[in-house]
């Protein structure tokens, strides 16, 4: 899986974080600020590539090609999450992985509590059991929708645990998800629920100006459409292959469902009852990802390899395991 040169090729960025630190420290936002942070924001597209594991080059390009391309991109014009004036371990951990400070929001809940335990414990499990359901022979739908749930509990376990770090580190991060499963509306879900760290740097990037210019539905189209490139993105760094386009269908199509909900809502056209709405979400969005996205990994020709490098994992924390419970 060469990840002794991955190992090595992870701390490069910390060397860009840096850097980008003492540009944006000298120069104040603007033109010149731009043109100082152009050599970063170009390695950060290009450095991905260098990762020879799959899971990790995948998950590089989430982290560096697309959320922190997209910070220093804000930082160049003066936008948050970072911020020059951080000390240099926040403001290093801010911009090289995805996490963002907490931003208020109505209902937004402090502290997860034992809840938020609970829901880490259970996606543990969850990909215990469906890692060794790999094993046997499974149908192609079977196999799409363990996928599915795979990488929800991956990226959910992910980004908890650097939130955690966050938080030991005496920041106050955002939950990277709050309870999706409950959301009412595809507003609820893509803005409140759903890999808030992301919807964060959309709304910074792209909403905001795209909304106080040329209103809200042209606002949520433009967000959907970048969303969409940039997962496209995602998915040629994970399987080095030219663009299918499925992913830019996928958004566009859930940016189109979107402009439509707000549409009838407005005339009063909504379900009353949540539980009805909450099921019509994820009924909506579930079928469309299962028709369009996760047939990718089988058309890619990347399920052998990602099997096999999801099983060099789990031997791994398995190995872990009994070297530090060597009595069972």
Request: glycine share 8%; with cysteine; hydrophobic share 55%.
């Amino acid at each position: 899986m060469g990840f002794p040169r991955d190992s090595i090729t992870a701390m490069v960025p910390l060397a860009a974080a840096l850097y980008v630190r003492l540009a944006s420290s000298v120069l104040g936002p603007g033109l010149v600020r731009l043109v100082a942070l152009l050599p970063v924001l170009t390695f950060l597209a290009a450095v991905p590539l260098a990762f020879s594991s799959t899971i990790l080059r995948g998950t590089a390009a989430l982290f560096l090609a697309w959320l922190c391309l997209f910070k220093v991109a804000l930082l160049a014009v003066g936008s948050r999450p970072l911020d020059p004036a951080l000390p240099v371990i926040p403001f290093v951990f801010t911009a090289s992985l995805p996490v963002m400070p907490r931003r208020s929001r109505p209902g937004a809940k402090a502290n997860p509590g034992s809840g938020h335990v609970v829901s880490c414990a259970a996606k543990v499990a969850a990909l215990a059991a469906i890692l060794q359901l790999f094993r046997n022979r499974l149908h192609l739908h079977a196999r799409l929708a363990l996928y599915g749930i795979v990488l929800y509990c991956f990226f959910y376990l992910l980004l908890a645990c650097l939130a955690a770090i966050g938080g030991a580190l005496g920041m106050d991060m955002e939950r990277p998800f709050d309870r999706p499963l409950l959301a009412s509306s595809l507003s609820d879900f893509w803005g409140r629920r759903w890999n808030l760290v992301m919807s964060g740097i959309l709304r910074a990037a792209v909403y905001d100006p795209m909304q106080a210019r040329v209103g809200k539905p042209a606002g949520i189209m433009a967000t959907f459409l970048v969303s969409g490139l940039m997962h496209e993105a995602m998915m040629c760094y994970i399987t080095l292959r030219r663009p299918t386009g499925a992913m830019l269908a996928f958004f566009m199509l859930q940016g189109a469902a979107r402009v439509a909900e707000d549409w009838c809502s407005a005339r009063g056209l909504r379900p009353r009852p949540r539980a009805v709405r909450t099921l019509l979400v994820l009924v909506s969005i579930a079928s469309t990802a299962f028709w369009l996205i996760l047939p990718l990994v089988s058309m890619s020709g990347a399920e052998e390899k990602l099997l096999e490098e999801w099983a060099a994992v789990t031997a791994f924390f398995q190995d872990g395991g009994r070297y530090l419970l060597p009595y069972r």
